[in-house]
């Protein structure tokens, strides 16, 4: 038990952004949600808290993410409740909910928090934040292309496409699957003795993703086993063709990794996922696909389905690895005060200011303190000007500006003439 005046600290996994990292978040934000406008993506808001059902429906009941990491709790009401793992689900959720897939076709996106009770690590947290991109009611290879062009144009946008690569898979549909599975079961079961205890367990229950297996003991039996393409039929193979052609007339440089697999049986056809090796072995920094078979699983009308997720904070890891990452400064005005009236006049000053500049970043010097020491704040802020007002100002109806990263001369003038100076800088 703490002790009654110890601090309180943050929940193991769970962590602080401060305030000298939430420019570099607010700079990833703002060229995302950009690129998303410039292709039409529409945000969607969704709830923190969803039923439990909910996701043993979607996810499955014998997966990790269900049987050891969620957070679930019953409410007053004895409801059974879970902090959300993931996104999709209660994206599809909220559209069946409000009819939102009926005969129409949506590009959604999200962003907030998620939670799972994994063993932190770099890059790996209980509480991370993440970008979610939903699209439905549509069936072609182009949505799917879109998808990645959207994606590769972020990266570029953010400066890191030379740290990632893209990786490209086609499951085929679940009929095709099934047969595959079958056969990948044959195989492995033939060599019992090479499998580790985790792949042991998913041989029953997901065999699939033995082939996604990080155990380098298991990396030749893995590449032996039998390619789920010669399972595929010619409408598959056709869809994933046409994909790989697009990318091709534009451009757009991709490995094909057959071992590239989901761990859920929903989803089908297109895999893709952006992996960088600047991260260790957190290095899978966007991961999507296409999962049509969801919709009808959650109660829906046979629908088509494909999006992605982003976790923020591996993203953020692979930003703060470049030189000089363009940031917004935080204050451009630093307002000096000394005086009781330059107090009270200066306070007048900043809020016309404000009313008349919009977007302006000014912070007024709260607290008192000497004009030296007001100073060394202002300039701590980092902001470019000092904005001046003494009560010798104030008498004079004048207030001084002075440059802080020049060695421009300190200006007086008038308030009208200060407020026009600054509309021009």
Not at 48 to 53: A, L, P, R, Y
Not at 149 to 175: F, H, P, Q, S, Y
Not at 214 to 224: G, P, S, T, V, Y
Not at 327 to 345: N, Q, S, W
């Amino acid at each position: 038990m703490a002790k009654k005046n110890q601090s309180v600290q943050a929940v193991r996994g769970m962590h602080d952004i401060l305030p000298e990292q939430s420019p570099h978040w607010q700079y990833a934000e703002n060229i995302i949600k950009d690129v998303l406008a410039s292709y039409s993506y529409s945000e969607i808001r969704l709830p923190i808290v969803e039923k439990t059902e909910l996701f043993k429906r979607s996810i499955g009941e014998v997966t990790d993410i269900v049987e050891k990491e969620m957070y679930t709790f019953d409410d007053r009401n004895s409801d059974s409740l879970t902090l959300r793992p993931e996104g999709t689900a209660g994206c599809l959720r909220a559209c069946l909910e409000h009819g939102l897939l009926h005969n129409q076709v949506h590009r959604l996106w999200y962003y907030g928090p998620m939670f799972r009770h994994e063993r932190p690590q770099k890059g790996r947290y209980r509480q991370f934040y993440q970008l979610g991109v939903e699209t439905y009611g549509l069936a072609g290879p182009d949505i799917d292309a879109e998808l990645i062009l959207l994606t590769d144009r972020m990266w570029k946008k953010l400066g890191i496409r030379k740290k990632v690569r893209l990786e490209l898979n086609t499951l085929g549909t679940i009929e095709e699957r099934l047969v595959y599975r079958e056969k990948l079961l044959e195989y492995f079961k033939l060599h019992l003795e090479l499998l580790d205890e985790d792949s042991l367990r998913r041989l029953e229950t997901n065999p699939l993703r033995i082939l996604d297996s990080k155990n380098r003991d298991m990396k030749h039996l893995i590449q032996n086993a039998p390619e789920l393409m010669e399972y595929m039929g010619e409408e598959s193979r056709q869809h994933f063709e046409n994909l790989t052609q697009t990318l091709d007339d534009l451009g757009i440089e991709y490995v094909l990794n057959s071992r590239l697999v989901r761990g859920l049986d929903y989803y089908g056809k297109t895999v893709f996922e952006w992996v960088t090796d600047d991260l260790g072995s957190q290095g899978t920094i966007c991961a999507g696909g296409r999962y049509d078979g969801l919709v009808e699983q959650l109660g829906g009308r046979a629908n088509h389905a494909i999006g992605f997720a982003m976790g923020m904070e591996r993203l953020l890891l692979l930003i703060e690895q470049l030189d000089n990452v363009p940031v917004e400064r935080t204050v451009d005005i630093y307002m000096i005060r000394v005086g009781a009236d330059a107090e009270k006049a200066g306070m007048r000053l900043a809020e016309k200011i404000r009313n008349e500049i919009d977007g302006i970043k000014l912070q007024v010097n709260c607290g008192g303190g000497s004009f030296k020491s007001q100073f060394k704040k202002a300039d701590k802020s980092g902001a470019e000007y000092a904005l001046i007002i003494g009560d010798d100002e104030v008498s004079r109806g004048e207030v001084s500006l002075k440059p802080l990263r020049s060695n421009q001369e300190q200006k007086n003038m008038s308030q009208g003439e200060v407020i026009q100076l600054i509309k021009a800088l």
